[in-house]
């Protein structure tokens, strides 16, 4: 096999449908673009995962008109309890002081919020997570000095269902979008087939074999689906870059969400390589089987 002939084919052939190359390289760039971005919110929840179910606890807010020896059977009956791991109280100024540890990058929610604005609470770690209404039972709200019982794996559980959505639906308009490019490699193949009808049949006529007629065809779209996924590669470094970094920069250095690595990136970007070469080499290869004659 003539590498040279078949590298001058491929580059011809670029060269000859430069627009629809463009194209199909930029509808592949953008659905492997939003591959990784999907695959990216999947790892980032993991990471959140971890961070929060190890720290779900069970709030007990206390009224404000509570008296010492309410808040001293509470703790009692809460050290006593063989529901309850762990339990610690803190105070309006403990809570205060979170809050600013919390949002120190939001001063003017911090100026905005009064220091006797939250309230006191016995912050609770259960035995078992899943055990919440016992605990809540016990210390029924409204009574012996407790405003409210909160279960922090709750909003936790409504948290997670709506990053699971968006990362489903981010994967869903890139399979669309995959499922474009797919379309537009197949007839930006038929298209180069066709203008190439003259050279194919003479080189068959010579004794050429198919495969040798159909590698030229194979490594264009390989070649565009290589290109559109270092695009993709190229946005995601820009993305965690301008946005991650800068616009989330409060929130992660507070630890309410984790970082995006630089490593998570240099995992997927292989697989995002493999995927547009692959997809793209496999639809041109089904495409000159079934529809072009070499």
Same mark, same amino acid.
């Given at each position: 096999?003539?590498?040279?002939?078949?590298?001058?084919?491929?580059?011809?052939?670029?060269?000859?449908?430069?627009?629809?190359?463009?194209?199909?390289?930029?509808?592949?760039?953008?659905?492997?673009?939003?591959?990784?971005?999907?695959?990216?919110?999947?790892?980032?929840?993991? /990471?959140?995962?971890?961070?929060?179910? /190890?720290?779900?606890?069970?709030?007990?807010?206390?009224?404000?008109?509570?008296?010492? !020896?309410?808040? *001293? +059977?509470?703790?009692?009956?809460?050290?006593?309890? &063989?529901?309850?791991? =762990?339990?610690?109280?803190?105070?309006?100024?403990?809570?205060?002081?979170?809050?600013?540890?919390?949002?120190?990058?939001? !001063?003017?929610?911090? %100026?905005?919020? &009064?220091? *006797?604005?939250? &309230?006191?609470?016995?912050?609770?770690?259960?035995?078992?997570?899943?055990?919440?209404?016992?605990?809540?039972?016990?210390?029924?709200?409204?009574?012996?000095?407790?405003?409210?019982?909160? =279960?922090?794996?709750?909003?936790? /559980?409504?948290?997670?269902?709506?990053?699971?959505?968006?990362?489903?639906?981010?994967?869903?308009?890139?399979?669309?979008?995959?499922?474009?490019?797919?379309?537009?490699?197949?007839?930006?193949?038929?298209? %180069? %087939?066709?203008?190439?009808?003259?050279?194919?049949?003479?080189?068959?006529?010579?004794?050429?074999?198919?495969?040798?007629?159909?590698?030229?065809?194979?490594?264009? +779209?390989?070649?565009?689906?290589?290109?559109?996924?270092?695009?993709?590669?190229?946005?995601?470094?820009?993305?965690?870059?301008?946005?991650? /970094?800068?616009?989330?920069?409060?929130?992660?250095? +507070?630890?309410?969400? !984790?970082?995006? *690595?630089?490593?998570?990136?240099?995992?997927?970007?292989?697989?995002?390589?493999?995927?547009?070469?692959?997809? %793209?080499?496999?639809?041109?290869?089904?495409?000159?089987?079934?529809?072009?004659?070499?």
């Amino acid at each position: 096999m003539r590498v040279n002939f078949v590298l001058s084919e491929v580059a011809a052939g670029l060269r000859r449908n430069l627009t629809m190359t463009v194209a199909m390289i930029l509808t592949t760039g953008i659905s492997l673009g939003l591959m990784g971005t999907g695959l990216l919110i999947a790892n980032m929840i993991g /990471d959140m995962r971890e961070i929060y179910y /190890d720290k779900i606890q069970v709030s007990i807010y206390l009224a404000d008109g509570i008296t010492d !020896p309410q808040r *001293d +059977a509470i703790a009692a009956q809460l050290g006593a309890s &063989p529901e309850v791991k =762990d339990y610690v109280y803190e105070s309006k100024a403990d809570a205060y002081q979170r809050f600013t540890q919390q949002f120190q990058e939001q !001063p003017a929610l911090i %100026a905005n919020t &009064p220091e *006797d604005a939250l &309230p006191e609470s016995f912050r609770v770690e259960l035995v078992n997570p899943e055990r919440y209404e016992v605990i809540a039972q016990q210390f029924p709200v409204g009574q012996n000095g407790i405003e409210d019982v909160r =279960d922090e794996g709750d909003f936790l /559980d409504r948290l997670f269902s709506l990053l699971n959505g968006a990362r489903n639906g981010t994967l869903a308009v890139a399979l669309v979008q995959a499922l474009a490019a797919l379309l537009l490699i197949s007839n930006t193949i038929q298209l %180069a %087939a066709f203008n190439r009808r003259n050279e194919t049949n003479i080189m068959r006529l010579v004794g050429a074999s198919r495969w040798y007629t159909q590698l030229p065809f194979i490594l264009e +779209a390989a070649l565009a689906g290589l290109v559109g996924a270092l695009l993709a590669i190229g946005g995601l470094v820009l993305t965690k870059v301008l946005f991650v /970094d800068k616009t989330l920069a409060g929130p992660i250095k +507070a630890g309410i969400i !984790p970082p995006v *690595d630089w490593s998570a990136i240099i995992a997927i970007s292989p697989v995002i390589a493999a995927a547009g070469v692959g997809l %793209a080499a496999v639809a041109a290869y089904v495409t000159l089987r079934l529809y072009v004659r070499l």
